[in-house]
């Protein structure tokens, strides 16, 4: 560092290296300094404004009152308005009235995506595809019924069918001529159908009773679908449906989604998205 | 260092060689203001006339075409209407093909003719134009408005200062308000601004462009171009030696000496010193220094020379269009000699017949259909197999189309869902859900090609087609 300052008049801070390198005192560039002292202004006015501090027990609040809990239910409440337009005229309705109104019944199918995913999928699979002993939404064969207020009164109720189980009352014999013929889709081709009563529940026709749940035994599209479908009625045969006395029965139950878990109007969404899904009738 | 070196080679002395070296770099940082002077000329008459091409941008939203705006760009409904073909989202690969059409044509100029864009074109030379042309009609030739920028505020003419700057700010607002007018009905949209009643959005686009005019325009000017504008600097790279540019022959014009009682020297050359080339520069750039980065190549010195050569009674065209090679004694070879041009042309040319393509085939329907894939097919009671699609049809017709669907594919098929004629909103795609139901024992396999058909139903030449799949169990 020099004694002496060579460079006189420039403004430098006296810091010489190397004979001429040296620091000068100029200030830093306008625009510079403009943005460093909005950048505080701007950090100042953001904590008075907005929740910021933290103290003890609970945080400045903030003088605008912002949350973001708030800011979301203001969106919510925003999103119910639009929806409020076609959401009114629903619990007015019936289920046949809404379908047979375009804009109103996509409307439902829109919404009631959400609702399927959210209480019916799991069992029922996306789309109603169905899972194994889940009956499939999406064909047209129907245990409790496939018009619009039948789905409803299948969602609000539940559904639980029994079958008895038949080991102690046919043979082993029995059942498998049963199950042959079921699984050609001729149950009345056996004797066996009318004098075991099968017809009982299965209807003469073996096409099932809607109002029991009973399963329609003639189309090949069965209630407990397995890779070795044979074998599958067989076992159904052999232990039944919802049969307390039979430990090795088959469990089959729909709950209950009436009353607290989901109101009407979802429920009869529920019932035209379900109606829609292919087999409606 | 000792004290007994001579004084040239002290490191002092070669850092002020580097100095004085550094006093030649003219390039204004924007420290002073450039005044320059106006002079009539060919080139200053051509300049005006490719401005008027901004004439466009301010008229183009009244034109009117069946009731309608010629041309909007409806963002909110996405679709753009030019006259009468509408395009829609789908279409968009035509902007890409407009867009490079436009960055290739700007490389094609560029590399013929140099930087015509930056000089004739661009809206801040333009501008800068029109900001300054007020200024001088305002405060004054070039000499009184230097003289008065020295004064203190108070001392300049303060109204005609207010009025140089309301002007400024005025031509500005309407830019801004110019270009939100493409995107809606102008003339709803004029009413609705003088009721004050825009959506803020439409606010703050006129207020940005209102400030970035006034401040490029009227404060930046050359600084834009010489450190804020990517184009300049790509275009710079564009140029070639064969690329003609307002160049000075300095074979002709060197040594340059000033007239002495109007008598030129013989040994001397063409160039009197006058410097009018440099006060008509709006960058501030002598182009007796060649080529360099501040010349925006708009030709105003080539007006300004010529009237000086005419004056001293010399020809023309000391400073003119001519190439780098030209200077050197080369002649221009013409342009389908050159790859770089042809090669540009090609991909321009490509480019338009994509977009004339295009534009020849908008088509008015267009079918999408999305195969339900859960579950992907299912069987009904009555044996057969049942597949759900989703039909997607797009109108691009300005009115409702009833619309017909049909399938082709495995025999005795049936689509339920479809009995009716579907409606299909104009500008909009209208989705339906419809289901195919084929008898399982007509299934030879486990996928069979379906081809679904739309038509107008009342002109059958409105049609459009999807190829798609139809899912069975497998086959045994």
Redesign the interface.
């Known amino acids: 560092m020099s004694e002496k300052n060579p460079f006189p008049n420039e403004n430098n801070s006296g810091h010489i290296w190397d004979?001429?390198l040296r620091e000068l005192l100029n200030d830093p560039p306008t625009w510079w300094r403009i943005g460093f002292h909005a950048s505080w202004i701007l950090v100042i006015v953001y904590t008075i404004l907005y929740p910021s501090w933290p103290m003890l027990t609970t945080h400045y609040k903030g003088v605008m009152g912002w949350t973001a809990m708030g800011e979301y239910k203001e969106d919510l409440q925003s999103l119910e308005q639009i929806r409020a337009k076609y959401e009114d005229q629903l619990p007015g309705k019936s289920a046949a009235a809404i379908m047979a109104d375009?804009e109103l019944s996509n409307y439902v199918?829109k919404s009631a995506k959400v609702l399927f995913g959210d209480n019916c999928a799991a069992c029922h699979?996306?789309?109603?595809?169905?899972n194994p002993s889940y009956p499939?939404l999406?064909?047209?064969?129907w245990l409790y019924g496939g018009t619009a207020n039948e789905i409803i009164t299948s969602i609000t109720n539940g559904r639980k069918g029994v079958m008895t189980a038949h080991s102690k009352s046919l043979s082993t014999a029995e059942i498998d001529e049963l199950a042959n013929a079921v699984m050609k889709g001729e149950p009345t081709s056996s004797p066996l159908f009318m004098t075991k009563a099968c017809f009982a529940c299965h209807g003469p026709d073996g096409k099932g009773i809607s109002a029991m749940g009973s399963a329609?035994l003639t189309?090949?599209?069965y209630r407990f679908a397995e890779e070795d479908q044979l074998a599958s009625i067989k076992y159904t045969i052999t232990h039944g449906v919802n049969d307390a006395s039979d430990p090795a029965t088959r469990n089959a139950e729909m709950p209950t989604f009436g009353g607290s878990k989901l109101s009407e109007t979802d429920i009869k969404k529920l019932a035209i998205y379900v109606h829609?899904?292919?087999?409606g009738k | 260092?000792s004290e007994t070196t001579n004084n040239s080679d002290h490191?002092?002395h070669h850092?002020h060689e580097l100095y004085e070296e550094v006093d030649h770099w003219e390039v204004n940082t924007g420290e002073q203001t450039i005044h320059a002077k106006r002079m009539p000329g060919v080139f200053r008459n051509l300049k005006w006339i490719t401005a008027s091409t901004w004439l466009i941008f301010f008229l183009g939203p009244y034109l009117r075409w069946n009731d309608k705006q010629a041309i909007i760009f409806d963002i909110m409904d996405r679709q753009f209407h030019i006259f009468n073909i509408t395009i829609l989202p789908q279409d968009v690969w035509m902007l890409s093909l407009v867009l490079l059409f436009f960055a290739i044509l700007l490389a094609a100029v560029t590399s013929i003719a140099g930087r015509v864009f930056c000089g004739y074109f661009c809206f801040q030379t333009v501008w800068t134009d029109v900001f300054t042309w007020i200024e001088e009609k305002l405060e004054g030739k070039p000499a009184a408005r230097r003289k008065a920028d020295k004064l203190p505020l108070l001392q300049q003419n303060i109204f005609r200062k207010l009025l140089k700057h309301t002007i400024w700010i005025l031509i500005g607002a309407l830019t801004g308000i110019s270009f939100t007018l493409w995107f809606g009905d102008a003339y709803e949209m004029w009413s609705d601004y003088l009721h004050l009643n825009v959506s803020l959005f439409s606010w703050v686009v006129v207020a940005t462009f209102s400030v970035f005019s006034y401040l490029f325009a009227g404060f930046m000017r050359e600084q834009v171009c010489l450190w804020l504008c990517p184009y300049a600097r790509i275009q710079g790279v564009m140029v070639d030696v064969d690329s003609i540019m307002p160049t000075y022959d300095y074979h002709r014009g060197e040594p340059r000496s000033r007239l002495k009682k109007g008598v030129h020297d013989a040994d001397k050359g063409d160039c009197v010193e006058c410097n009018q080339c440099y006060a008509v520069c709006p960058t501030g750039v002598d182009i007796r220094n060649g080529q360099q980065e501040g010349c925006i190549t708009c030709g105003l010195c080539i007006d300004a020379c010529d009237s000086v050569m005419e004056k001293i009674q010399k020809p023309r065209g000391l400073i003119r269009y001519m190439s780098l090679d030209e200077l050197q004694g080369k002649e221009l070879p013409p342009i389908y000699k050159r790859p770089r041009p042809l090669i540009y042309i090609s991909i321009m040319l490509i480019a338009a017949i994509g977009i004339l393509y295009g534009l020849t085939h908008l088509g008015a329907l267009e079918l999408s259909v999305l195969h339900?894939?859960?579950?992907l097919f299912?069987?009904?009671?009555?044996?057969s197999i049942?597949n759900?699609y989703q039909i997607k049809i797009l109108n691009k017709t300005p009115k409702e189309m009833k619309i017909i669907l049909r399938a082709e594919g495995p025999k005795s098929l049936t689509i339920i869902g479809a009995d009716k004629t579907l409606?299909s909103i104009p500008g909009k795609i209208s989705s339906f859900?419809i289901?195919v139901r084929i008898p399982k024992k007509e299934l030879t396999e486990e996928r069979e090609k379906l081809i679904f058909k739309v038509y107008n139903a009342d002109n059958d030449k409105i049609n459009a087609d999807y190829e798609s799949m139809f899912f069975g169990p497998q086959i045994h």
């Open positions: 004979n001429d375009d199918m699979g996306g789309g109603g595809a169905g499939i999406a064909d047209d064969d329609n189309d090949g599209i829609k899904l292919g087999g | 260092m490191p002092h850092i339900e894939r859960q579950p299912v069987l009904q009671s009555d044996g049942q759900k409606k859900s289901f």
